[in-house]
């Protein structure tokens, strides 16, 4: 079985670019997180879907960041512009569900450095 | 707000040591624990996840506890191996289905 499928897996950019990360979760798996982690951090969640629908973007930066779950299997994570403080690790996991017992997949996810 | 923290955040150890590493959290209101594995540029590795019934959960050489009323959970690797080197973290899942990671501990394991 396919685990999480993240790229790009290095991204360096200007500030003032835009950039893009894409993510396939496992097959099946409904319930798909974007996270951010910063170096020697945890993960911090930027978005939650339930299939296509964003049921918690409570933590994304709406002026610079957007995503998208069109058909609730595949997602794009965007931010434009970026500015240097975005250099991170981007983290895309997956479950089939949100229950106590669920757990999540990450993929190996893709690294940001703004120059 | 709930905060995870973990202790040490790093630990160098020589290989077949048996170690503990600790996770606090700060509201013990969760409904489950997670503890990941995190090797450098790879994504997280679930190990073992106790729910908030449990009171501890074995797979191999590894064994987690928790105590939920005290916020603590520790993470046992019996007789350390090289290949146990990597950032092992917790991670309570909380109310609104909000997942909440401490920063890890950083293990190396010598050989």
């Known amino acids: 079985?396919?685990?999480?499928?993240?790229?790009?897996?290095?991204?360096?950019?200007?500030?003032?670019?835009?950039?893009?990360?894409?993510?396939?979760?496992?097959?099946?798996?409904?319930?798909?997180?974007?996270?951010?982690?910063?170096?020697?951090?945890?993960?911090?969640?930027?978005?939650?879907?339930?299939?296509?629908?964003?049921?918690?973007?409570?933590?994304?930066?709406?002026?610079?960041?957007?995503?998208e779950r069109l058909k609730g299997v595949d997602s794009t994570l965007k931010i434009q512009p970026a500015e240097l403080g975005d250099s991170a690790v981007y983290l895309c996991a997956s479950s089939a569900g949100t229950g106590t017992q669920e757990t999540q997949y990450f993929g190996p996810g893709t690294r940001l450095l703004v120059l | 707000k709930q905060e995870v923290t973990q202790i040490p955040a790093a630990l160098s150890v020589p290989e077949g040591e048996n170690l503990v590493l600790n996770c606090s959290f700060t509201d013990s209101a969760i409904y489950n624990l997670q503890w990941f594995r995190q090797d450098p540029g790879k994504g997280l590795t679930s190990l073992l996840l106790i729910q908030s019934s449990q009171r501890e959960q074995t797979s191999g050489r590894l064994n987690a506890s928790l105590d939920k009323s005290s916020g603590r959970s520790t993470l046992y690797i019996a007789a350390s191996q090289p290949g146990d080197s990597a950032t092992y973290l917790c991670a309570v899942y909380t109310g609104g289905f909000k997942t909440i990671f401490g920063a890890g501990t950083r293990l190396f394991v010598k050989a």
């Open chain 1, 1 to 67: 079985e396919a685990g999480v499928v993240q790229s790009p897996r290095y991204k360096i950019i200007e500030k003032k670019q835009p950039v893009a990360f894409w993510c396939n979760p496992i097959s099946g798996h409904n319930t798909l997180y974007w996270y951010l982690q910063n170096l020697g951090q945890g993960p911090e969640l930027l978005i939650r879907y339930e299939n296509e629908e964003a049921v918690d973007d409570s933590q994304l930066p709406k002026d610079r960041f957007s995503a």
